[in-house]
């Protein structure tokens, strides 16, 4: 099963060919934001992502994201007690 896991773009370089950093639950993370930059990179600040592989697969709003993330903690925290 492949997962993306939502991240928001909180530094990008000066064009798409640099990667941004993407912070995902508190880790910043180098991001490749080529498949969803469409003009200037400084337009993704603050935008929510999907980020799968080291990729930004697709920009998502706010709330899907927080509501992904909510449904991962709980996925951890059932695994968790599962043990």
């Known amino acids: 099963m492949c997962i993306g896991v939502p991240g928001q773009v909180v530094a990008v370089g000066e064009d ?3 990667l941004a950093q993407v912070d995902v639950c508190g880790v910043r993370r180098d991001v490749n934001i080529a498949l969803v930059c469409e003009e200037s990179p400084r337009q993704l600040l603050g935008q929510w992502v999907l980020v799968h592989v080291g990729f930004a697969m697709s920009i998502i709003d706010e709330q899907e994201a927080l509501a992904t993330l909510a449904a991962l903690r709980q996925m951890e925290s059932d695994e968790l007690a599962a043990r």
């Open 16 to 18: 798409f060919h640099q």
